[in-house]
């Protein structure tokens, strides 16, 4: 059993900074790629953010300068740094990651619960 567990949401003010978390538990083998989703209300879920298991990394246009991505390789945890935070920013933000697991040696996505982010003006 494979899940990622996140945290860090809560309610901040337009300008303010955010640090989401996810860590990977269960029986892998390794962990590859890693990424950050949104969905606002009434959109679709859109990818803003993503980490290679060399650190490097890729950005939506809208959160560029502003997000950072990271990850602990040795925790299998994935970090996002959300600077200068705008109200266009409220989402529900998901974590996922490309997981290997030991019992069939398959390769997969597995998807964080998903932690709410609401931005006030």
């Known amino acids: 059993q494979v899940q990622l567990a996140e945290s860090g949401g809560g309610l901040v003010q337009a300008g303010d900074a955010l640090r989401l978390s996810c860590a990977a538990s269960g029986s892998f083998s390794s962990v590859f790629g890693m990424y950050w989703y949104r969905q606002a209300p009434g959109q679709q879920r859109e990818l803003v953010a993503q980490?290679?298991?060399?650190?490097?990394?890729n950005y939506a246009d809208s959160v560029k300068g502003r997000f950072t991505i990271s990850r602990d390789n040795a925790k299998n945890t994935v970090y996002r740094q959300m600077n200068s935070l705008k109200p266009e920013d409220t989402a529900v933000y998901y974590c996922?990651?490309?997981?290997?697991?030991?019992?069939?040696?398959?390769?997969?996505?597995?998807w964080g619960q998903g932690t709410q982010v609401t931005v006030s003006s």
């Open positions: 996922a990651a490309e997981i290997r697991v030991i019992a069939t040696m398959i390769t997969r996505n597995y």
């Open positions: 980490i290679t298991i060399g650190g490097s990394t």
